[in-house]
């Protein structure tokens, strides 16, 4: 903690107040930004964080009418407060975590204490309330000490008031992932009783099969439950083979459908990972069925646990398996953890296969497009200095296809120091460009930033003012400036402009100009990815001196 960033003046109470005002104000679509529109900005210091979650936490225990209309269900009438409700306690969660990080790297263990106990309080309060954002958070600061105390709040609150969805049960729990050095009898086996809710299964015995792969303990955390375990495995492979057979079933809109496969492969997943570390064999008929489906990430882990009960079926599947690149990430860890290694052909461990793999498995993510594309191959390679290595990284480039109902769907994406596609089409593009486009994309530096038009002032139109005359020079028209970018001491203009009758988007810092047309094209370039290409040329040319990167330095029409 820092002490110049406490503000004396500060009041919880009338910090508390103003959060009320925001939570209730009614933005005027005809009337600029103001204070009141914009939500009260969080101290930098931990106590006074901390103060705020106590005052917070009262507060929104109590009988307000306008609470009354969250709690009663019918927030969506009550004028965006539930949203704007939601967005501050994840932000604001995200700040007392932060302080408890700080507490305990300083070891401030009555700060520690003051942060948990926050933590327990504001979390029964959104709780009640049925806000979902922030939960995770609030929970996960709770993980992070790693003290019993605060394991045993964390573990009394999940089984007491389980978290909406499983994405917060696994935040919550994912500190505990990242190290061993935390006291097992304070979370197992107490959090085994969350074993019968949805939103706890996957994550509660990820866990558990973390501390039995760590070596944490001698016998897996959830050893006594295997027989329901198994049961529960045959009810998640029954309805994913109802998902394959109809989707329909389980929803109209593809999103919730979605939603529905996602959750029982997570669960599924686990349990297989979990029935094959405990040794049970009763379970052997219900991997064999869940190998059956049609999903690779449930193939791989029936096969891994069927491999691990020492059958030779499961073993070949595994191998097999590592021709899939959304499966090869995993099948390769299994080999190597179950001695079959030598089993895998040697193509598949090579640097690009790794990168055909990770691109594949990101793809297949599903905040991404939700599956694995039918086909990758690898349009280019090579090795170039990168923003945030010190050394030269391995650069692949891939195409990748799907086939869906209306028609076939292909992009290029990248892998090695990232792992990131772009929604709109890089295809047509030079080779170096869509490096460059990657480069600039994942660059991050506090003097590379951007000023958007409705934020500049008189010497900031200055400043454009001889990059718009150039662009009208250069048969640019209809020019429609979008934001300044700044790379370091440089700056250029990014804008939406007409060359020939053809709408597209154009960068230029005088000396170089790119421009992309929009016309006949399904998915184009637009300014983002236009700026993108445009810094990500500059960071190319600079960590890379030595290379002869010929890029195109116009591609704006003559």
């Not at 015995?205 to 295997?226: G, I, R, T, Y």
């Not at 990972?273 to 999903?295: E, F, T, V, Y």
């Amino acid at each position: 903690m820092n002490p110049n960033d406490q503000d004396d003046d500060f009041s919880a109470e009338a910090w508390v107040r103003d959060a009320f005002e925001w939570f209730q104000c009614e933005p005027d679509e005809n009337t600029s930004q103001s204070s009141i529109h914009d939500p009260p900005r969080l101290p930098a210091d931990s106590v006074q964080i901390v103060a705020i979650g106590a005052e917070l936490a009262n507060a929104l225990g109590s009988p307000i009418s306008w609470l009354e209309t969250i709690r009663n269900g019918s927030h969506e009438n009550s004028s965006g407060v539930y949203r704007r409700l939601s967005l501050f306690s994840r932000s604001y969660s995200a700040a007392l975590q932060q302080a408890c990080l700080d507490a305990s790297l300083d070891e401030d263990v009555s700060l520690i204490r003051d942060t948990t106990n926050v933590a327990v309080d504001l979390y029964l309060a959104i709780h009640g309330l049925r806000v979902v954002e922030g939960q995770g958070f609030l929970l996960q600061t709770l993980a992070w000490p790693r003290t019993e105390q605060a394991l045993s709040q964390l573990v009394d609150l999940m089984i007491q008031f389980p978290p909406a969805d499983w994405t917060a049960s696994a935040m919550a729990l994912s500190p505990l992932m990242r190290n061993t050095d935390w006291p097992i009898k304070a979370v197992f086996p107490a959090l085994l009783s969350g074993l019968h809710n949805p939103t706890m299964i996957a994550p509660l015995l990820d866990l558990a099969n973390f501390c039995h792969h760590q070596k944490m303990v001698e016998l897996h955390p959830a050893s006594e439950h295997a027989d329901s375990l198994t049961q529960m495995l045959g009810g998640i492979v029954a309805r994913l083979g109802m998902l394959e057979e109809d989707p329909t079933k389980f929803g109209e809109e593809p999103l919730q459908i979605q939603q529905v496969l996602s959750d029982a492969i997570a669960v599924c997943v686990s349990l297989c990972d979990a029935l094959g570390l405990m040794g049970c064999q009763d379970a052997i008929g219900k991997l064999h069925q869940a190998l059956s489906l049609r999903h690779r990430r449930v193939q791989t882990e029936a096969a891994g646990a069927l491999a691990r009960l020492n059958q030779e079926f499961g073993r070949e599947s595994l191998v097999a398996l590592a021709a899939e690149p959304v499966a090869r990430l995993r099948v390769l860890h299994y080999a190597d953890e179950l001695g079959l290694s030598d089993k895998i052909d040697a193509l598949h461990s090579q640097p690009c296969a790794i990168a055909e793999a990770e691109l594949a498995l990101w793809l297949a993510q599903p905040q991404q497009l939700g599956l694995p594309p039918q086909n990758i191959e690898v349009v280019d390679q090579r090795m170039l200095f990168w923003p945030s290595f010190d050394e030269p990284q391995a650069c692949f480039l891939f195409r990748f296809q799907y086939q869906l109902p209306n028609g076939e769907w292909s992009n290029i994406g990248m892998a090695g120091p990232l792992v990131h596609s772009f929604a709109a089409d890089l295809a047509d593009l030079p080779v170096l460009d869509i490096y460059a486009a990657f480069a600039g994309w994942h660059a991050e530096h506090p003097e590379i930033f951007e000023i958007p038009v409705e934020h500049w002032n008189a010497a900031h139109q200055r400043q454009t003012a001889p990059l718009m005359r150039w662009l009208e020079d250069n048969q640019h028209e209809n020019i429609r400036p979008l934001w300044i970018g700044c790379f370091l001491n440089e700056i250029c203009l990014v804008v939406e402009s007409t060359v020939d009758s053809a709408t597209g988007v154009a960068v230029t810092d005088g000396l170089e100009t790119i421009w992309y047309s929009n016309v006949g094209r399904l998915r184009p370039l637009g300014a983002f990815e236009a700026y993108s290409v445009f810094k990500g040329r500059k960071i190319l040319r600079t960590f890379n001196p030595d290379m002869s990167i010929e890029l195109e330095t116009e591609n704006e029409p003559p």
